[in-house]
């Protein structure tokens, strides 16, 4: 990984330039740090976000002991070579307080299923303990195909009648599994989404 060009740290009597860190995919500002020239580097060479602590007065890799690291997609310097913004990817809460931003707000993206599907890759990943999504996954696909069937069913059961919460709730469930789905065979709703665009434009 490499930037365009290199920042000017010495306009700074420390030596700290600031970095603002944004969700690559959300485009939520996470938070603000600052980086000496080696705290940059070392963030190029690993591809996690890594900043001078001045509290720790020494580096620090962003999530090195919650395992919340920042994988870093792109860095640009701005119009003076003065400060950062890196897009990346966090896996996990940014702030230390748990929550998702240093300012308290909410990291998901407009449309809630991009969100959802994030979640659910979050959990298969991590492997959390007690977790629905995890035990379908380990479960496999004939598991996860079989759940998707069964919500399915139940959909077209309460379709016939007229009770609309319980309608939208079996619609939710078959919704959510069908993510689940999508995800194990490597796949999520944008590839649904180009065959449905592929289809309307021929």
């Given at each position: 990984?490499?930037i365009t060009?290199r920042?000017?740290?010495s306009?700074?009597?420390?030596g700290l330039a600031?970095?603002?860190?944004q ?5 939520k ?9 080696e705290a940059?580097d070392?963030t190029?060479s690993?591809g ?5 602590s ?9 999530g090195?002991e919650?395992?919340?690291f920042?994988?870093?997609r792109?860095?640009?310097p ?7 913004l890196i ?5 996990g809460?940014v702030c230390h ?7 308290d ?9 991009d969100?959802?599907e994030?979640i659910?890759n979050?959990?298969?990943?991590a ?5 629905y999504?995890?035990?379908?996954f380990?479960k ?5 195909a079989?759940?998707v069937g069964?919500?399915?069913v139940e959909?077209?059961?309460?379709a016939?009648?007229n009770n ?9 469930d078959?919704?959510f599994h ?10 999520n709703?944008?590839?649904?989404k180009?065959?449905l665009?592929k289809?309307?434009s021929s």
């Amino acid at each position: 990984m490499q930037i365009t060009s290199r920042i000017t740290f010495s306009k700074y009597a420390d030596g700290l330039a600031p970095a603002v860190i944004q969700d690559a995919d959300t485009h939520k500002v996470l938070m603000l740090g600052f980086m000496n020239a080696e705290a940059l580097d070392k963030t190029l060479s690993t591809g996690r976000v890594t900043f001078f602590s001045r509290s720790k007065n020494r580096l620090w890799t962003k999530g090195e002991e919650s395992g919340h690291f920042l994988e870093v997609r792109s860095i640009a310097p701005d119009c003076d070579n003065d400060s950062l913004l890196i897009k990346a990817h966090p896996l996990g809460p940014v702030c230390h307080t748990g929550a998702d931003t240093c300012w308290d707000e909410r990291n998901h993206p407009e449309d809630f299923l991009d969100y959802l599907e994030g979640i659910i890759n979050l959990r298969k990943q991590a492997g959390a303990e007690g977790s629905y999504v995890k035990s379908l996954f380990d479960k496999g696909i004939n598991t996860i195909a079989q759940k998707v069937g069964e919500e399915a069913v139940e959909l077209v059961i309460e379709a016939k009648d007229n009770n609309n919460e319980r309608f939208l709730d079996e619609a939710a469930d078959l919704l959510f599994h069908y993510l689940v789905l999508l995800n194990h065979k490597g796949h999520n709703l944008q590839s649904v989404k180009n065959v449905l665009i592929k289809r309307h434009s021929s």
